[in-house]
């Protein structure tokens, strides 16, 4: 198969350039299609990018194809794409049975695998401040730009998805405080309460802190291989992606119309748009006003960003970005207490999608949420968001859960997931970049950053 691509290469992007041609002129009604053969060239143009994906066997490929091809097939045959939604469903089952595994190992590492506990509490209430005052306001930064660009608005949801509630149910910040303590660590993760999970691994890690070290051992020893063995986990997960992105778009263009890929477009530049003014507006005044220099730092952070931008995972790029903020000129304690604790505490980008994504959902399902309301669901993202950057997709499992909670219908997010792969890569990226920021600024506040005379600024 690859050899027969390769001969005749450049004879199939031709004819696949001739196709998109055709179809823009079909689009815009400049030359008109017959019905068949508008059907016709869009599936071999289909059948090209099918192709072109088994030849590259790149996931990232397979999941941008995937995507046109879910929503061909929701298109061309809406009986077959109302039936495609199970491979979304198993998708995201499979996702939430990986959290509470994963949060218990990846948190339980970044604050209990130190042994000198005067340092670590050093590092981490800088590290927490840090994090929690970047991430509160890509939270604002999110909720502004939803509600300016309201891609979410105009969406006619049919009765066959789900009925949608009029009202969204409110919660006291009694309840919210009250609901983030578990009463049973194994009801909690049952549940998928991410928000209990998290508290709950956050006061085991402080408390291993305290017991001697030939008794914590074993259990540090236990998480590392239990991260470990969930990541790769996650990888095998990883390869139903391309299945559950085009079943989730095939189901919904099926269901509700080619033309709820223009709301979902508004929303993917929406986020972009959001970031680039969070990433412009936020983090180039911190590394100005840090004194880092530019110039280097971007020399040795623009790998594992791109590294995050192309799996969509800040895990992949998580050796990278330790040996280039070690090589940057960050000590090796700081580099790693704060960028394994960031991917559970600093996730910038996921945290501005997240609040964005939830008042989407709101629009969509015709609700009208108070600014009060919105400050509301704002703090708890705040917390629940934390632990979730070592799974592909997992943001999607924190906005099923504060739909829940906020009395919200979930088959928005299944919309969505249509697009979601897009929109994973830029937040990641967003995460990746903001970790490495978190990091050099971190060294510098604690007089553990070298860089070579002439660069200091």
Not at 43 to 70: H, N, P, R, V
Not at 201 to 226: H, N, Q, T, W, Y
Not at 412 to 420: E, H, N, R, T
Request: proline share 4%; hydrophobic share 55%; glycine share 8%.
């Amino acid at each position: 198969m690859d050899a027969f691509f390769s001969k005749y290469k450049k004879g199939f992007f031709i004819f696949f350039l001739f196709i998109v041609l055709m179809q823009a002129l079909h689009i815009v009604q400049v030359l008109p299609l017959d019905h068949t053969i508008d059907l016709i060239l869009r599936w071999a143009g289909l059948a090209y990018l099918i192709l072109y994906a088994i030849t590259k066997k790149k996931l990232t490929t397979w999941i941008f194809i995937s995507m046109l091809l879910g929503a061909a097939i929701g298109y061309d045959f809406p009986m077959i794409g109302k039936e495609l939604n199970i491979f979304s469903k198993i998708f995201i089952k499979l996702i939430k049975c990986v959290i509470a595994p994963l949060l218990f190992g990846t948190l339980i590492m970044g604050i209990a695998g130190h042994a000198n506990m005067k340092k670590v509490g050093r590092l981490g209430w800088k590290s927490l401040l840090y994090f929690e005052v970047i991430t509160t306001i890509a939270l604002v930064v999110g909720l502004i730009a939803i509600n300016i660009s309201k891609a979410g608005v105009g969406i006619k949801p049919l009765d066959t998805i789900e009925k949608v509630p009029e009202v969204a149910k409110a919660h006291g910040w009694k309840e919210i405080i009250l609901h983030s303590f578990p009463e049973n660590f194994i009801k909690s993760i049952a549940e998928g309460q991410v928000l209990q999970i998290v508290v709950f691994c956050i006061l085991f890690a402080i408390a291993l802190l305290m017991v001697p070290g030939d008794r914590k051992k074993p259990i540090l020893d236990f998480a590392e291989s239990l991260s470990a063995i969930m990541f790769k986990f996650t990888e095998i997960i990883m390869y139903l992606a391309p299945f559950a992105v085009a079943g989730a778009l095939a189901y919904t263009i099926s269901n509700l119309g080619i033309e709820v890929m223009k709301n979902l477009l508004v929303l993917l530049a929406t986020l972009y748009v959001a970031l680039i003014v969070f990433t412009l507006c936020v983090f180039l005044p911190i590394l100005l006003i840090a004194k880092i220099p530019l110039k280097r730092f971007w020399k040795y952070s623009s790998q594992p960003v791109s590294i995050a931008f192309g799996t969509a995972s800040s895990e992949a790029a998580l050796p990278i970005a330790m040996e280039n903020m070690e090589k940057f000129g960050v000590s090796r304690d700081v580099v790693s207490f704060v960028l394994p604790t960031g991917l559970s505490f600093n996730l910038d980008g996921t945290t501005l999608y997240l609040s964005l994504a939830t008042i989407f959902v709101a629009q969509a399902a015709g609700i009208e949420i108070p600014i009060g309301q919105q400050i509301i669901m704002m703090l708890t993202l705040m917390l629940t968001s934390k632990g979730v950057a070592g799974v592909a997709r997992a943001s999607l499992v924190i906005l099923a859960g504060m739909a829940s909670s906020f009395g919200l219908p979930e088959w928005p997010i299944a919309a969505i997931l249509g697009i979601d792969a897009l929109m994973d890569m830029a937040r990641t990226a967003v995460n990746t970049l903001g970790n490495c920021i978190a990091t050099v600024v971190i060294g510098k506040w604690e007089n553990e950053l070298h860089i070579p005379e002439g660069e200091e600024v």
